[in-house]
């Protein structure tokens, strides 16, 4: 008996064992299923989703030679760029992360399209990895259109240009600076044939940024290649390679569209603000005494005055405001002191400038992106 008791015994343990190894075999597995394995993506228009929540493409349309993307649940990286195309044109490509609508790719559970008017925020953030040996610039692509539209190109494309390496511009020509989200700007504006183009360009490379698009859209809308009944259709951020670009990441990104009343003067709430510009002019010179007034019932803070001077104008000094640009389109913003415009208060800043030719006002203005009406 004892040799089959001993038989039996080793039965168990070898049981015991293949247990013990089926056990850790289907942990393995688990772990393995668990841990989402990096996707990579060569088609020309390629695409997937992460995080349940973007889509992130390939977006390869200026050239014939292999591009590919390697895709995780935070962002990609751009594992394969041949081949290259003139830095005085258009790039080969836009591998990108978005939020929104792209040529009827929706990414999954998005509020875009969303008019301009409904939307009072829309923060979003990125982090970028740049490689020196190739010639490109990181960018967000913020589209709109006066229709909802999901497929083809939108009206106004707005770049946000956070570096660029090589000589390449932006379309266009350089129409002054801005100072945008607290940070200050290049502006470019102009058009590739296909739609109008506004470009801001940082003044040095930036790594990573949280910030508001709709500061962004708001500066579209003063420069009047926008208006606050169109439509906000996605909101991408990736990279435009004419050269080489492997290497290249975005390492994360979140964007929000949020909804719902921001207060007068801005999209979100309705036209609730007046403008009185009064001047003194004498030739070749002129002051104005500019007065904004919240006509609406909920306070703004930290106002932004829009308007486009007449041509022959240029302003030279201005008090109790910031100015943005000194001829041509440019902004007005409060200082420390004036920047809550209670309900029913006015702020009243000065301005003075050269002149040439007959002297005009301007001839509109808008307060954070929407329209005035003027005393």
């Given at each position: 008996?004892?040799?089959?008791?001993?038989?039996?015994?080793?039965?168990?343990?070898?049981?015991?064992?293949?247990?013990?190894?089926?056990?850790?075999?289907?942990?393995?597995?688990?772990?393995?299923?668990?841990?989402?394995a990096?996707?990579?993506i060569?088609?020309?228009?390629?695409s997937?989703?992460?995080?349940?929540?973007?889509?992130?493409?390939n977006?390869?349309?200026g050239?014939?030679?292999?591009?590919?993307?390697?895709?995780?649940?935070s962002?990609?990286?751009?594992?394969?760029?041949?081949?290259?195309?003139?830095?005085?044109?258009?790039?080969?490509s836009?591998?990108?992360?978005?939020n929104?609508?792209?040529?009827?790719?929706?990414?999954p559970g998005?509020?875009?399209?969303?008019?301009?008017?409904?939307?009072?925020?829309?923060?979003?953030?990125?982090s970028?990895?740049?490689?020196?040996?190739?010639?490109?610039?990181?960018?967000?692509?913020?589209?709109?259109?006066?229709?909802?539209?999901t497929?083809?190109?939108?009206?106004?494309?707005i770049?946000?240009?956070?570096?660029k390496?090589?000589?390449?511009?932006?379309?266009?020509?350089l129409?002054g600076?801005?100072?945008?989200?607290?940070?200050?700007?290049?502006?470019?504006?102009?058009?590739?044939?296909?739609?109008?183009?506004?470009?801001?360009?940082?003044?040095?490379?930036?790594?990573?940024?949280?910030?508001?698009?709709m500061?962004?859209v708001?500066?579209?809308?003063?420069?009047?290649?926008?208006?606050?009944?169109?439509?906000l259709?996605?909101?991408q951020?990736?990279?435009?390679?004419?050269?080489?670009?492997?290497?290249?990441?975005?390492t994360?990104?979140?964007?929000?569209?949020?909804?719902?009343?921001?207060?007068?003067?801005?999209?979100?709430?309705?036209?609730?603000?007046?403008?009185?510009?009064?001047?003194?002019?004498w030739?070749?010179?002129?002051?104005?005494?500019?007065?904004v007034?919240?006509?609406?019932?909920?306070?703004?803070?930290?106002?932004k005055?829009?308007?486009?001077l007449p041509?022959?104008?240029?302003?030279?000094?201005?008090w109790?405001?910031?100015?943005?640009?000194?001829s041509?389109?440019?902004?007005a913003?409060?200082?420390?002191?004036?920047?809550?415009?209670?309900?029913?208060?006015?702020?009243t800043?000065?301005?003075?400038g050269?002149?040439?030719?007959?002297?005009?006002?301007?001839?509109?203005f808008?307060l954070?992106?929407?329209?005035?009406?003027?005393?």
């Amino acid at each position: 008996m004892r040799p089959s008791t001993h038989h039996a015994r080793g039965a168990r343990g070898t049981l015991g064992v293949l247990l013990t190894l089926l056990v850790s075999l289907a942990a393995l597995l688990t772990s393995a299923s668990g841990a989402q394995a990096d996707t990579t993506i060569c088609e020309t228009y390629g695409s997937t989703t992460i995080q349940g929540r973007y889509v992130v493409q390939n977006n390869r349309w200026g050239t014939s030679a292999t591009q590919c993307i390697s895709v995780n649940d935070s962002g990609f990286r751009i594992t394969q760029a041949d081949g290259s195309v003139p830095t005085n044109g258009a790039p080969k490509s836009y591998p990108s992360i978005f939020n929104g609508c792209h040529y009827t790719n929706c990414s999954p559970g998005t509020n875009l399209p969303a008019q301009l008017s409904t939307i009072s925020s829309a923060p979003s953030s990125i982090s970028f990895s740049y490689v020196n040996n190739a010639v490109y610039d990181a960018a967000y692509d913020i589209w709109l259109d006066p229709t909802p539209r999901t497929d083809g190109v939108n009206r106004t494309e707005i770049m946000i240009w956070f570096n660029k390496v090589g000589s390449v511009q932006p379309v266009g020509s350089l129409v002054g600076n801005a100072t945008v989200g607290g940070r200050n700007w290049q502006v470019w504006s102009g058009n590739n044939g296909s739609n109008d183009v506004l470009s801001f360009v940082a003044p040095s490379a930036m790594a990573s940024w949280n910030f508001d698009v709709m500061d962004f859209v708001r500066q579209a809308v003063s420069r009047g290649l926008a208006q606050n009944n169109w439509y906000l259709t996605s909101i991408q951020a990736g990279f435009e390679p004419w050269q080489n670009g492997a290497g290249l990441a975005v390492t994360s990104f979140s964007s929000t569209v949020n909804k719902g009343s921001s207060g007068p003067g801005t999209p979100g709430g309705a036209t609730a603000c007046k403008v009185a510009y009064a001047t003194n002019a004498w030739q070749g010179g002129f002051t104005a005494d500019v007065t904004v007034t919240n006509t609406g019932t909920t306070p703004v803070s930290g106002w932004k005055l829009a308007f486009t001077l007449p041509s022959g104008q240029q302003f030279t000094n201005a008090w109790n405001a910031t100015l943005s640009g000194s001829s041509g389109a440019v902004t007005a913003s409060s200082v420390s002191h004036n920047s809550e415009l209670a309900a029913g208060s006015q702020a009243t800043f000065g301005l003075q400038g050269t002149s040439s030719g007959t002297f005009t006002k301007p001839s509109a203005f808008s307060l954070n992106g929407t329209a005035c009406t003027t005393a």
